[in-house]
C-alpha cells in the first residue's frame, strides 16, 4: 500500500465526522440505526445520502447549500472519503457526514423513514450480466432502499452510462414507480440548475470525453 494511502488511513481515525464500523457477519445493527437525528446530528432535520459518494463532491457541495438539511456520503473505498471527511472538518460543515460501508450492508444502518433522499452519483455499470445485481440500481438494490426511504422520498441517478440510464429505466417500469424527470442529455435540457450542475471527479472524467450525462428522478 501506498505511502499516501497508509497516511489518509490514519487521519480517517481522527475525523469525528466519518464513521467507520467494524463490520460482523451476519451484520448486525449499527447502534445509530434509527437514531441519526437524536444521537449524531442532533436535530430533525431531513436526512440524504450520496451512495458510492467517491471524494463526496455532492455530499460536500449538497451540504454547503443546503444548511437545513443533513447529508451522509458513502463509500467503502477509504482513501477517497478522506477527500470528502478533510473538507468537513477543515470548512466545519456541521450537517455532513461519511459513511464507510458496503452498501450491500445498508440496512443496518438506517431505520424505516429515516431517509428523505438518495443521490447515486456515477455508479459503477456493471456491464456484465452476470453482475446485473451489484448495479446500484437493482431491484436488490431498490429494496434494500426501500426499507429506510420516506414514501415518495426521491432516488436521483446520475450517470454517463446509457446502458445503466436503460437498466434503472427497466427496473423503475418492472416495479411500477413514479418518475418525476428523466432525460438522456441533463446539460441540454431545461433541469440542469446549480444542484444538477455539481461535477463529481467522474463526471469532469466523462464530461471531457465528450460524453452525455443522464439524469433520473424517480420514488420508490
Ligand atoms: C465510479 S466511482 C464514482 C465516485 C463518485 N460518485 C464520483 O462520481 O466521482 C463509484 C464509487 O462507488 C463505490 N462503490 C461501488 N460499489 C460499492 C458498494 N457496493 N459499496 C460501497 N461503495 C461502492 C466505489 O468505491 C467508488 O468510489
Known amino acids: 500500500m501506498g505511502k499516501d494511502k497508509l497516511r489518509r488511513f490514519a487521519e480517517n481515525e481522527t475525523f469525528p465526522n466519518l464513521i467507520q464500523p467494524l463490520m460482523t457477519y451476519p451484520p448486525l445493527d449499527h447502534a445509530l440505526k434509527g437514531k441519526w437525528h437524536e444521537n449524531f446530528f442532533h436535530n430533525q432535520a431531513p436526512i440524504v445520502l450520496e451512495l458510492g459518494c ?12 443546503f444548511p437545513e438539511k443533513n447529508f ?10 478522506w477527500r470528502g471527511a478533510k473538507t468537513g472538518v477543515e470548512n466545519q460543515i456541521k450537517n455532513m457526514a461519511f459513511l ?3 452498501i450491500e ?20 455499470p456493471h456491464l456484465r450480466e452476470r453482475d446485473d445485481q451489484k448495479r446500484l ?18 432516488v436521483n441517478l446520475k450517470t454517463d452510462s446509457r446502458f445503466l440510464y436503460d437498466f434503472t429505466l427497466e427496473v423503475i417500469q418492472d416495479q411500477n414507480l413514479p418518475i418525476k424527470i428523466q432525460t438522456e442529455h441533463l446539460y441540454q435540457s431545461e433541469y440542469a440548475d446549480d444542484v444538477l450542475s455539481i461535477k463529481t471527479t467522474y463526471e469532469k472524467i466523462w464530461l471531457k470525453e465528450g460524453l452525455n450525462i443522464c439524469y433520473l428522478k424517480f420514488s420508490l
Open 100 to 102: 464507510r460501508i458496503q
Open 54 to 65: 467517491g471524494r463526496g463532491e455532492y455530499t460536500v457541495n449538497l451540504a454547503e447549500k
Open 105 to 124: 450492508n445498508i440496512a443496518s444502518f438506517f431505520g424505516p423513514d429515516e431517509v428523505d433522499e438518495i443521490w447515486i452519483t456515477f455508479p459503477d
Open 137 to 154: 440500481t437493482s431491484h436488490r438494490f431498490l429494496n434494500l432502499y426501500r426499507q429506510f426511504l420516506k414514501p415518495n422520498g426521491f
Open 72 to 81: 451522509i456520503g458513502i463509500d467503502w473505498k477509504g482513501a477517497r472519503l
